[in-house]
């Protein structure tokens, strides 16, 4: 089956240690998203990458980092540097950034920094 | 300041009824607008979408309606089942913003057997 395969499912860190959250699709989709969710909020965009080696930052990027460098997989590094980086976080992709092109999304990695 | 806003934080309703949930945004520039659904644990699935050049699109039980000139959108669901328990999250889109999309914060959405 085609999707999105988020890992690990939940996550825990000491604070000022950087974390690799994994993303890997097999849609074959050119654009992929890493969203944050926290209680009481909507999705916020962190980055999005239309395409192989290029990626571009969204909102709420300060704080993280990402790679492109297949088309099957978007690494996101939350590093020391956020300041609150206890959240659910979600990667997602597309076939496009047009609008008809909905997004698929990952089950998420919930991660928890102490 | 939320673009995109869905006032109802819950809604319960009777197996069988209909479901209504209620979206406003404020930016007249949107175009597109999505619905998505969300199960706890799980990513959120697309449910249905509206391009402003249209004022209702149906698809089985679910159809969304968009009154532009209010700013209002909202999604229907008939007949309501226990399996439609779920978050639902409303977006909107437009060229102008490189298509990125702005959420609500969702309504989570309980359907009593």
């Known amino acids: 089956d085609g999707g999105i395969t988020q890992s690990p499912k939940y996550l825990f860190r000491k604070e000022g240690q950087n974390v690799t959250l994994s993303c890997e699709q097999n849609?074959?989709?050119?654009?992929m998203y890493w969203y944050r969710q926290d209680p009481g909020q909507g999705l916020r965009l962190i980055y999005y990458?239309?395409?192989?080696?290029?990626?571009q930052k969204g909102d709420i990027a300060e704080g993280y980092s990402v790679s492109r460098e297949k088309k099957e997989s978007f690494p996101l590094t939350v590093t020391s540097a956020q300041k609150n980086p206890t959240a659910f976080y979600l990667c997602?992709?597309?076939?496009?950034?047009?609008?008809?092109?909905?997004?698929?999304f990952g089950n998420g990695t919930r991660l928890t920094v102490t | 300041d939320q673009q995109v806003k869905q006032n109802s934080p819950s809604l319960s309703v009777q197996e069988g009824r209909i479901s209504i949930l209620n979206c406003d945004y404020t930016n007249s520039m949107f175009d597109y607008f999505l619905w998505y659904k969300k199960y706890p644990a799980e990513g959120p699935t697309f449910l249905i979408s509206?391009?402003?050049i249209k004022d209702k699109n149906e698809d089985g039980r679910f159809t969304v309606f968009l009154n532009k000139s209010a700013k209002h959108l909202s999604l229907h669901i008939v007949p309501s089942q226990p399996g439609d328990s779920a978050v639902y999250f409303c977006?909107?889109?437009?060229?102008?913003?490189?298509?990125?999309?702005?959420w609500g914060l969702g309504t989570s959405l309980a359907v009593n057997p």
């Open positions: 509206i391009s402003s």
């Open positions: 997602a992709s597309s076939t496009a950034t047009g609008i008809r092109s909905p997004l698929h």
């Open positions: 977006a909107a889109t437009n060229a102008g913003n490189n298509r990125k999309l702005i």
């Open positions: 990458s239309q395409i192989v080696n290029d990626f």
């Open positions: 849609l074959n989709h050119d654009a």
